[in-house]
């Protein structure tokens, strides 16, 4: 699979969910690459979202690629549901389960780009064994469970050290960030060895999304 490169994912959490159709339109107009859908069960996060039939719907309304990020106990219960609503890229968390290699491969195995989500405070040990059947590590900078709070800035510092990992090994996984990446840090999140960003609240609070969109890949000086 193609890495993909300084590549943004507004997160559809900080959107208004009255119409929703309308949201992907506005996604695809700014130039964004993916969308990227948190579904939270209220055990794993405090926060309740949505799930697979809701997805179905937007995919009817979206041809860009859907990054669904389960944020969902027992995750391995769901991967095929996530898969048939149209999810391309399927994440969850390695705190959610036992067997993450075997999910890895199963969720490769539907036909997704499979993900493997990290908590601010899971360390990066243990990871090297799972890069070879990964094709995204989704590093969380923010505690899951809402939008709209403040980048962890240590996080920086994780980035860095799984981007050496992934280089060491000789993988082919792209480093996605979620959580508080906004207009003043993208930069950073990038130099640090991002590949992709999610962001939420930083975007749909933007007037003009294109030109964020175009600072945050890093084609323009949009006024910071
Ligand atoms: C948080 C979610 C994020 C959230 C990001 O648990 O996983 O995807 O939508 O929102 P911001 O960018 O506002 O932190
Ligand atoms: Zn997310």
Known sequence: ??????????????????NLATQ???IKESGADWVHLDVMDGHFVPNLTFGAPIIASLRKHSTLTFDVHLMIEKPEKWLSDYRNAGGDRITFHLEA?????????????LGAAAGISLNPQTPLCGLEYLLPVCDQVLIMSVNPGFGGQSFIEPILRKISALKTLILNLGVTTC??????VSKENV???FSAGADVV???SAFFKEKDKKSLVQFAKGNSN???
Do not use: W
Not at 1 to 18: G, H, T, V
């Open 97 to 109: 389960c036992n067997h993450a290699q075997r999910y890895l491969v199963q969720t490769r195995e």
């Open 24 to 26: 992907l339109r506005m």
């Open 198 to 200: 999610i962001m939420g």
């Open 187 to 189: 930069q950073s999140v």
């Open 222 to 224: 949009f006024c910071v």
């Open 1 to 18: 699979m193609k890495k993909p490169n300084r590549l943004i994912a507004p997160s559809l959490l900080s959107s208004d969910f009255s």
């Open 175 to 180: 480093i996605a960030v979620d959580g508080g």
